[in-house]
């Protein structure tokens, strides 16, 4: 008897069947990987396995009984827990009070407190947390918020644990952390299914895959043994992939992007402390740190979205200053690091966004009007390029898969040949063709002689593409190396805010 069984699967949206006709096991006490390019069909399918979404065809088994799951209250009755990749915690409510929301311990009419806190006080020490349960959300680091997400599923009785990104945005100690947490509640019998697009993670955990593409089930609970990240990569796209590609620079130029002593503070604290970093032509400058530490503000700032309080900021001999739109007529080019709020209006269309920003251009406008032929023109042929899997460039952006979403924008912004590029998550949520072709442009627009500042909470993407690194921790650069004079702990150390020597000591002691 499987824990999950899923059968024919089908989900018909008008312009694209998202799941067809998919069959999927999840065996009890496993950790099962759900792989597949943007579009593929990932989440349609766990939004049917958590109720979020009702399948067209098909039948749900979980724990051998057949069940109609219509939704996720249901799903959480039946013993199935989702942890979001985008958190969803009260940041002012405690750890307790974000644990038992909707499910309160009652005393007559009064919410049991105490039985409460004694109930999660007991898991925390039993998973072996280490965090409060009294310490309010917005004061807890990244990974120790995800326990509690996965500590809210445990309390509502989950036995089968969906994880959608789990290691997005943590170090890699706290993804060592989570991968600790994981193997022991297999263990104790749960069933954990994680989607993610980190391959060499899926190798490190996992027990099986499944890979959708193009909505079918190519593999079904595959045995994770004998198989390479290279064998997964082509499962997923059908063809062979090559990640990890590290290609440093051999034509670097002068200084040519220079910020100095770039400061924000808010209510007297200081989000960015005297930021001084330079980038040279054909240079690829990666920023590597937890996010939360200031990134948000450095790029907003680099991209004339927020004012600084203090700031130098010059590319080549020219001072850079204005607004956003001003930045963009300087030649800084930029992929935002939240392509919903930031980097597409998500009610227009795919040709509109694809030029949005740069939509006042000769090429795109003639006497105050769009050239509406030419304008779509260019939308299909970039569309087509970067691999935007759409029926139609006048689709919504708002229609696309995460992936596609984060394809427009790169192509929005490399298909304009900027000088400097200010490029921040750029394959956060992307499958591994499209992480192999962004990679590609970005070390060929490199080598042109752009300059470039890499922002990314995924570390082996800084640490391959990056000629030089530069660690934040609260707002500070730490330390400034190349990629290959740290490690992967010591960058882990600074970027959680100790230094080499404590690392040195700590090990020393153990």
């Given amino acids: 008897m499987y824990a999950v069984e899923m059968k024919g699967i089908l989900k018909q949206y008008p312009s694209v069947r998202a799941v067809d006709g998919a069959n999927f096991i999840l065996k009890k006490g496993e950790i099962h990987s759900l792989l597949g390019e943007n579009g593929a069909g990932k989440s349609t399918l766990m939004k049917i396995l958590y109720g979020m979404t009702q399948p067209d065809e098909g039948i749900i088994k979980i724990q051998?009984?057949?069940?109609?799951?219509?939704?996720?209250?249901?799903?959480?009755?039946?013993?199935?827990?989702?942890?979001?990749?985008?958190?969803?915690?009260?940041?002012v409510m405690t750890v307790i009070e974000n644990i038992i929301v909707g499910s309160e311990p009652k005393k007559g009419l009064f919410v049991d407190y105490k039985k409460a806190e004694k109930g999660v006080r007991e898991m925390i020490k039993k998973y072996a947390f280490n965090i409060s349960p009294t310490a309010k959300v917005e004061n807890l680091s990244v990974g120790e918020q995800q326990r509690v997400e996965i500590l809210k599923a445990?309390?509502?009785?989950?036995?089968?644990?969906?994880?959608?990104?789990?290691?997005?945005?943590?170090?890699?100690?706290?993804?060592?952390?989570?991968?600790?947490?994981?193997?022991?509640?297999?263990?104790?019998?749960?069933?954990?299914?994680?989607?993610?697009?980190k391959l060499k993670e899926t190798m490190a955990i996992a027990d099986s895959i499944s890979v959708l593409r193009d909505g079918k089930m190519v593999e079904n609970g595959k045995s994770i043994e004998k198989t390479t990240v290279d064998d997964l990569a082509k499962m997923m796209v059908g063809r062979d992939v090559h990640l990890g590609i590290t290609r440093r620079s051999q034509?670097?130029?002068?200084?040519?992007?220079?910020?100095?002593?770039?400061t924000v503070a808010k209510k007297d604290k200081k989000i960015l402390d005297?930021?001084?970093?330079?980038?040279?032509?054909?240079?690829?400058?990666?920023?590597?740190?937890?996010?939360?530490?200031?990134?948000?503000?450095?790029?907003?700032?680099?991209?004339?979205?927020?004012?600084?309080?203090?700031m130098r900021l010059t590319k080549g001999e020219q001072v850079i200053i204005g607004d956003a739109k001003g930045f963009i007529a300087q030649g800084i080019g930029h992929i935002p690091e939240d392509r919903m709020t930031r980097g597409l209006v998500l009610d227009m269309t795919i040709e509109e966004n694809i030029i949005l920003g740069y939509h006042t251009r000769?090429?795109?406008i003639k006497r105050g009007l769009f050239k509406t032929a030419e304008v779509r023109k260019y939308a299909e042929s970039k569309?087509?390029?970067y691999g935007v899997k759409t029926p139609t460039v006048e689709e919504r952006c708002g229609a696309l898969s995460g992936g596609n979403q984060q394809k427009v924008v790169i192509a929005r912004v490399f298909s304009q040949n900027p000088d400097v590029i200010i490029v921040a998550?750029?394959?956060?949520?992307?499958?591994v063709g499209a992480m192999e072709y962004i990679h590609s442009r970005l070390l060929e627009l490199r080598d042109e002689g752009k300059a470039i500042l890499l922002i990314s909470a995924d570390l082996d993407e800084v640490r391959c593409l990056s000629d030089k690194l530069a660690i934040i921790y609260n707002g500070k650069i730490v330390q400034q190396a190349g990629p290959e004079e740290l490690t992967e702990t010591e960058l882990g150390l600074l970027m959680t805010g100790s230094t080499l020597e404590e690392g040195a000591q700590a090990h020393g002691k153990m």
Wanted: hydrophobic share 40%.
């Fill in 251 to 262: 034509c670097m130029g002068d200084d040519y992007f220079r910020v100095e002593n770039l």
């Fill in 383 to 385: 569309a087509k390029e």
């Fill in 362 to 364: 000769k090429s795109f």
């Fill in 425 to 431: 998550q750029p394959t956060r949520g992307v499958d």
């Fill in 274 to 310: 005297h930021i001084n970093l330079t980038i040279r032509k054909g240079e690829i400058l990666g920023i590597a740190g937890i996010e939360g530490n200031g990134q948000t503000e450095l790029i907003e700032v680099l991209t004339g979205l927020r004012k600084p309080d203090t």
């Fill in 154 to 197: 445990l309390y509502r009785g989950a036995d089968i644990l969906i994880l959608d990104e789990p290691t997005a945005v943590l170090a890699p100690q706290e993804v060592e952390e989570l991968f600790k947490i994981m193997r022991e509640l297999k263990k104790e019998g749960k069933s954990i299914l994680i989607i993610t697009h």
């Fill in 64 to 91: 051998g009984q057949e069940v109609k799951m219509t939704n996720p209250k249901q799903a959480i009755e039946l013993g199935v827990g989702m942890v979001h990749q985008h958190f969803m915690l009260v940041p």
